[in-house]
């Protein structure tokens, strides 16, 4: 910024600097205004304060060079920085697609200290650059330009041209490893002038072999690995002519960067190396840091050479030094290739020296270091590293520098290499600080920290610090952002001059290691945000032989590397040479797979075959990485083939948990996930491997059945289970029955729906809600009733009955507790929380309110009764829990009274017994029970049954109620015991007249089932709910007293009968009294399954246990096997269930297993169990479930089968049957997660919790239950010949929720109660959210998951029915979103075969026609095994020839025949065909761009529509989503209007057409906008106002005459629409009777509304004032 600037051609900018040394540079600047100019700052080597001055003609600057004098305005100064970008950074995205490149910004984050965010900021430059990586691999670049050079004979330019082809096979990179120059050199062979080839390292002196004579020709010579040269002639050239060019190479992980600010960059990122070591292999996909650089891609100097004897020097290529002289000739011997990422701490010198002819020592020093120039030791300047020179491989040296020479030999002692290294990249960590004693010297407190950061949780300080032991360590790390620093250290550790890895990939070491004293201290921060995942790993297959190999090779080929291509695609080996049965060559092709259609075959296609190669016993280079070994290099079959499939698959293999001793890992890199089609797979999985004994072990995938034993094998992959192999370290030592598990992961996008701009009648699925049958009012008990039972609140203090002394033979209760004593029928002694809900009037009613009943019933006193009330006078407050009836009479004589009490409602033949005698007090007051005392008024009185006082003492007595949406309770109404009348047609009948806790609450809801969700099946259906006939009861469970030792027979208890109850309900029975030789007593109660909170308190009435049935109510007895020796507090519970069970059916598909409603369920079994266990018979379940949320309890047979393991699981509908969208499939069911252990999964990213914890083994107890868990008990009936390895799945629910199919749930009202045999059916109409027209440019909105912002990312269109697909690039708009804009689609005017004969009729059709006139397919069954075809034109045709029989051809079941014009037909492979079985297919030639015949293709169908499903791609078509399902199709379709057609019942369709034109507009799709223009599929010409939309929309008219409202008076609603007649001149507009005067008719419609335009095609309209 500035004044004075002028545009011109001498405007340029200087940069100067003095210190540390005279730098002048001068920079062209571009002009922007007067004010303003741009310049690229200059390259410098360190960092420094540079002079800047601006010239406008080159001469003139503003200030002399480095002159401050001329005052403020004259010069600048600008800032060169050389550390490294460092600090907290923030992605947007880190995942990173295997295909493409992947735009990823990076922010800076982090704290505020001093002002700043922490960190370095982001400089502008020209030499911006990001690294997806550290990896140094480089890939083939280009070919420069071919130089000629000529003898002294001149060659005529024609003749000097040569091609080389710019491309280069894919081995070039495998084989080929720098930059190298091709020469080609024209010389006399016998005669004859020929050629030959030669190469060396780019850039050195001419040196090499030359190959064999090539004869001049004007045909493609391959050189080596693709390099390819053509000669433009064949004569003209001369002995000496020379050819020459360059193989440049590039790492292919560097990309340009932009910079967008100081605290903002972008980078595209390509995939990262899949072959570079993962950063944390505990995390999904390959992690490597992002690294990024102000200052360009090469952090080193050229390299300078020195020869040992001669002193000569050369920095950088030589080749241009001879031409100045010959004594300068250096070869490529002296070629040395320096990569990596510089990660020291500030610019180092390095320095090789040969100390024999192939090792070499190396040194490092602070650049500029002066000292090391004379001297080798001490810290800096001694040598104290070797290295051994390698061609093919790099050298590693230190801070991430490597070195590789261009040849081995040629070297000598003493010759030496120096070059510069500079902090260009990021680096993950702050500077190092150092708090020392003082003593340190600085190069002893020289720490180093290096590695690539991958803590997940934040941002980490770390705080290093010498011990007593001065050669030892501590460390520990806190969050940066914390100030809590009382983190514990970790102890221990050796101070070391070579990296050691502390922790999350940081590595520390030191300059030296020694000179440090206790208590020095360093302190840095690592930072994250710094890494990138690639979800993809390398696929390399097995060698396998084709299926019509001959038998004998000597052994199979086997495969070792890492897959570098970019590409699916295999490797073809082919056997072959001059041999037949003892071959020892081999060639081999690279073919990458065509994919027509995905429900077609994969056709593969190449290039040509490699020539002949000798087969090799060690690793023998392929292509992309892979190697081969023979083995055995002899005894092959000619002609045998070999396959090798390769890909990148986005999948990813986590390591074994928990980590097996003695080791072994799946994590090898022939390792991968895939499916048995060699494809990614659709969800995730996870191995177990058990160990059967030391040596052996099995595995299974998900809970599929184990695999048969295999032996252990050191040192060698073993492939167990899709593509993944184990890799073991011990042969023995394993203990067996230990459990391992490999998680698998796959990283396929998922959608979710796809939906398009329309408005059609099925935009959104719909669920119905479920209608009772007719026959429900004649099912007991509920007889249609939808009032559900009483239920009490969770928190409620109990107190739910009466507290009752009967005495003994009472008609309401007795020891014997015979004849229902005690039940709720008879209102006695009772049961907790029985209150029955009734309705006072009818059945008949949709649905009762919810409502709600409060106990109140506060303490008071009735008035008292007698014919002395006054006398006497109660006081106090009431403390026990029920209303009783008091008695107080005179007694033996006049001075003393007596009383007595019986429960309320009861009569005095139930009271107690007559107290004792108490004095008549005046002056104060008895005592008399629960708190309540009486005085009289006299101090005697006539000892007569005349002078008895009478009160009530009530408590718990009362109630109010209101329906649910109301905020007002009802008036307090005292129980009466007879149904009371609440509102809404609700009474309720308490059991008891008080008892009841003030302050509990009931709920009484409907028992009614409703459906919701979204339905995502692909046709209308109907669903069907039944309750089933499950009344019984479960076996009890014993729960032993806390302080009891009960066991055998003493806890044994029976239950018997059938249970007769209405609801399902937890009984109860308790010890209340016992002794060791003295019979138990018992008391029970029973409450609503799953409301234990609300049970109330047991009987206060107590029995004698027995060896014979006691009656306890609704239709069940209990007996003893013992009736004493039990502890007081031993509890046995069961559950009697009634109308809880159901089961439910999609229309056309079988019944579901039977379900419960609520709490513990039936026992499931895994879909691939493979004994024949019988559940609920076998395995069955008990209890009450105590949790708070739906789970599944797991239970797995262990080895022997005769123990189990069991764990807590989330929720898994019906075993999983169905996945997350409802769909059955290969690609469910929720069961690839049962195996995991919460406990295992740390470092699993993107998993959910609630895997639960496997329990230790457990014994099998026939018939005895065994308690899992959260009031689950399991019982089996044996204790063994369970098969190991099955799982059982038991359900438990704490709501009363249920997942059906195709995301319809259901849920219910009630727990249980519902009459055995009531139905329900409800209806579910699938959508069609997304519509285009068949022309295209419909935009696609999808949704789903796991979405990459790559330039890989793409669609596909595709159908089984018409096989044509359609890849289409995607645009990103989050990781849940993409659009895409589909092209034209041929029409389907294929119709359905009519069959004639006696075979079997199924017969498929395929394809899209292709021909130019309608005609008629005819194809026949020539035996029961072949058919042929012929053509016929349609009836009506001009012309009238009849092809001939096609050749007859054999009948392949399933597969998929090509027939004529497009068509195929499929052979269904369970038909029964025989001869004379015809089908005539009439296929349709419609041509979209005329207004020609649109015909009616089939009856019922959308044809000419076609219906598709649409899948997303991350990688280019490398792997696709899987989800098929009605919310994941697309329609193309035209609208359809037809005069019969229908507006409300209508979908615009071939076969449901609407009625009116302004119903198809107000379909069609809307949001349409401009676009450049694109080539459609079809060949299709639109009119031109149309061409350049998307979302443009057809409707086709039949025909007919329009008129009236919906077809005149037409309101384009801001839509671009194309109206064509269905026949051309057939469909007539008729305006005489109109709907608006504000509109124009004619060529185009609009309204004065908005900015649509609708076009007419081959309509006419009439009466309509064209204007």
Known sequence: MGSGFRRSTGLKVKFATISPKLEINTVPATFVDTSTIVVVAPQRDIAHVAHITVTNDGVTYSALPAVTKGGSGTYLEYTYVSLATWGPWALDNHTLSSQGNSMVTVSRKGRIIDGQVEGSIFYAGGQFACAAGPSTRQTFSRFTEVEFLDNSVPTVNSDRSLVVLPSVRDDFDFFVSADFTYELVAMEDVGMLSWRWRKWAAGMYPSGTFSDSISFSAEPVELEYGVTVTFATLTGKQQGDIWRFDALKKSPFIVKGTHISDNTITCHLPPPDPSYPDADPQREGLQQELKVSMRGEKCFSTPTYTHNDSGRTVTGDSKYLANVTEALMFGEDIKVQLEGYFSGPEDYTFELQMVSSTNFKWRKYRRGESTCRTRSDGHWCAFKRTGTISVEHAVHLEHGVFVKFATITGKQTGDRWTFHAYTFWSTTYSPVSFAGTGDTASDDALLYVEGTFIGLDGDATYEVEVMADTGTFRWRKYSSRSSDQTTAWNEDRYISSKPVLIDSGVYIYWLTFVGKHHGDRWKFTAYSGHVVTLLAKSYVGDALPAHNNIDGDARLPSVTGIYLGHEPARLRLEIGGDCTTSCIQFRWIKEYPVIQSPYQPVEWHGGNFTALQEMKSHDQKLTDGIHITWGPTSGYKHGNIY???????????????????????????????????????????????????????????????????????????????????????????????????????????????????????????????????????????????????????????????????????????????????????????????????????????????????????????????????????????????????????????????????????????????????????????????????????????????????????????????????????????????????????????????????????????????????????????????????????????????????????????????????????????????????????????????????????????????????????????????????????????????????????????????????????????????????????????????????????????????????????????????????????????????????????????????????????????????????????????????????????????????????????????????????????????????????????????????????????????SDPRTLHTMMLPARYVSAEEVHCKTLGHPPDGVADPVFHGSGSSSLFTHGIFTGKQTVVFTIRMVTDTTFQWRVDPFRGANHHRTDDWSIARHVSAGFIHSIKHGLSVRYSSHGRYSVGDEWKVTAYYIDLAQANAHPEIQPGSIRPGVMKYVSVSNDGGSSWSVDQHGLTRFLFSDIYVSTSGDDVTGEGTSALPYRTIQRGIHAALSSPRNVLRNTLSVGLTLSTHLEYLINRDDIIVRPGRYTGAGNTGLFTMGKMIMITAARSGEVVIDCSVHSSSDIYIGDAMQTAEGGGRVNLRGINTENCGVV
């Not at 229902?820 to 059945?843: C, E, F, K, W």
């Not at 109308?1139 to 709490?1159: E, K, L, M």
């Not at 513990?1160 to 024949?1172: K, Q, Y």
């Not at 009202?1309 to 295209?1336: K, M, N």
Request: neutral net charge; proline residues 5%.
């Open 643 to 1357: 396959t090798i499939s390769v890909a990148h698959m986005p999948t990813s293999i986590l390591p074994v948990r928990p980590t097996p001793i003695p080791h072994f890992s799946p994590l090898g890199f022939r390792s991968t996930f895939h499916d048995p089609m060699g494809s990614a797979p659709g969800r995730n999985s996870v191995l177990t491997v058990e160990f059967t004994s030391s040596t052996t072990f099995k595995w299974r995938k998900d809970t599929g059945a184990y695999s048969s034993p295999k032996t252990v094998i050191i040192d060698e992959p073993m492939t167990i289970e899709n593509g993944v192999n184990l890799t073991f370290s011990s042969s023995s030592g394993f203990i067996p029955g230990l459990h391992y598990l490999l998680p698998l992961r796959t990283h396929i996008p998922h959608i979710m729906n796809v939906s398009s701009t329309q408005n059609g009648a099925r935009l959104a699925p719909t669920i119905s809600q479920p209608v009772a049958a007719m026959s429900n009012y004649a099912n007991s008990p509920n007889q249609g009733s939808l009032l559900g039972d009483v239920r009490p609140w969770g928190n409620n203090a109990g107190n739910h009955s009466i507290y009752a002394y009967p005495a003994a033979g009472m008609v309401y209760g007795g020891s014997s507790a015979v004849l229902r004593s005690g039940s709720t029928h008879d209102r006695g002694v009772g049961l907790s929380n029985v209150i029955n809900a009734v309705p006072t009037q009818g059945y008949l009613v949709a649905k009762y309110p919810t409502t709600y009943i409060k106990i109140i019933g506060a303490s008071s006193i009735s008035e008292i009764s007698g014919s002395l009330a006054d006398e006497l006078t109660v006081s106090g407050i009431y403390t026990a829990l029920s209303s009783y009836v008091y008695q107080i009479e005179p007694h033996s004589s006049s001075i003393l009274f007596r009383w007595r009490k019986y429960p309320l409602g009861m009569s005095d033949a139930n009271a107690t017994g007559w107290s004792s005698g108490h004095t008549i007090v005046v002056s104060g007051a008895t005592s008399l029970d629960n708190n309540l005392s009486v005085a009289f008024r006299s101090v005697s009185y006539s000892v007569s049954a005349s002078n008895r006082w009478t009160f009530i003492a009530n408590r718990g007595h009362t109630f109010v109620h209101r329906d649910v949406g109301r905020a007002l309770w009802s008036d307090e109404k005292v129980i009466t015991g007879q149904p009371q009348q609440l509102s809404s047609g609700i009474s309720v009948q308490f059991s008891h007249l008080s008892g009841y806790t003030t302050g509990d609450q009931f709920v009484i809801s409907n028992r009614t089932i409703d459906a919701y969700g979204t339905y995502a099946g692909e046709k209308d259906t109907k669903y069907t709910v039944e309750i089933l006939n499950e009344t019984n009861h479960d076996l009890p469970t014993f729960h032993r007293s806390p302080t009891g030792l009960t066991t055998g027979l003493q806890a044994k208890m029976n239950v018997i009968g059938n249970y007769t109850g209405n609801s399902t309900f937890v009984f109860e029975i308790k010890i209340v009294a016992a002794g060791s030789s003295e019979l138990s007593y018992f008391t029970w109660r029973k409450y609503l399954h799953g409301y234990s909170d609300g049970g109330g308190p047991f009987s206060a009435y107590h029995q004698k246990l027995s060896l014979s049935p006691l009656a306890l109510d609704d239709g069940l007895s209990v007996s003893w096997a013992a009736i004493s020796g039990q502890s007081t507090g031993d509890t046995w519970r069961f559950t009697a269930h009634a109308g809880d069970t159901f089961r439910w059916q999609q229309h056309g598909g079988d019944w579901s297993p039977a379900q419960r409603i609520s709490n513990i369920g039936l026992v499931e079994r895994d879909m691939n169990n493979v004994g024949l266990i019988t559940v609920h018979v076998d395995i069955r379940t008990s209890g009450d479930y105590e949790g708070t949320t739906d789970a599944t309890m797991v239970i797995e047979v262990l080895i022997g089968g005769s123990s189990f393991r069991w764990k807590k699981h989330s929720y898994l509908p019906l075993a999983g049957a169905y996945n997350a969208t409802g769909t059955p499939g290969p690609y469910c069911c929720g069961t690839e997660e049962v195996m995991y252990d919460s406990n295992l999964l740390n470092g699993v990213g993107a998993l959910k919790d609630g895997f639960g914890t496997w329990s230790p083994p457990i014994n099998m107890m026939a018939t005895v239950p065994i308690l899992l868990g959260d009031g689950v008990h399991v019982m089996f009936a044996k204790t063994s010949s369970y098969e190991h390895g099955d799982i059982y799945y038991v359900p438990v629910k704490y709501t009363r929720h249920h997942r059906m199919s195709h995301g319809v749930h259901l849920v219910f009202g009630s727990s249980s109660g519902y009459s055995r045999g009531d139905i329900w059916s409800l209806s579910a109409t699938a959508a069609v959210a997304a519509r285009g027209p068949l022309s295209g440019h419909t935009e696609l909105i999808i949704k789903g998951s796991g979405f990459l912002p790559s330039s890989s990312l793409c669609c596909r269109l």
